[in-house]
């Protein structure tokens, strides 16, 4: 398996969506990582993962995190020790 040469996390997809968003991350390093899901204020909703993972592309699929959240503009945040990627998904219901 070829190690991603970066730490990335691709474009959500479908964006928009509903019922499920699926994010695509690239891992360059071994480590923990934390996915977050934020409103447009900035208010944390969820923490979807918080895990060690090894070198690696991955797909995490979110769906029951919005089961009772209105339609709107959310933000998804991965993040390690020193490093960080947000992201802008739309729910529609």
């Given at each position: 398996m070829k190690i991603p040469d970066d730490f990335k996390m691709l474009p959500a997809y479908p964006n928009?969506?509903?019922?499920?968003?699926?994010?695509?991350?690239?891992?360059n390093k071994a480590g923990t990582y934390t996915l977050e899901l934020y409103d447009v204020t900035g208010k944390?909703?969820?923490?979807?993962l918080?895990?060690?993972?090894q070198p690696g592309k991955y797909s995490i699929k979110l769906e029951k995190e919005f089961q009772?959240?209105?339609s709107t503009i959310y933000f998804v945040k991965?993040?390690?020790?020193n490093n960080f990627?947000?992201?802008r998904?739309?729910?529609l219901k």
């Open positions: 928009p969506f509903n019922p499920s968003t699926t994010i695509s991350i690239d891992l944390l909703l969820a923490t979807v918080n895990k060690f993972y009772n959240l209105p991965l993040s390690t020790e990627k947000i992201q998904v739309i729910f």
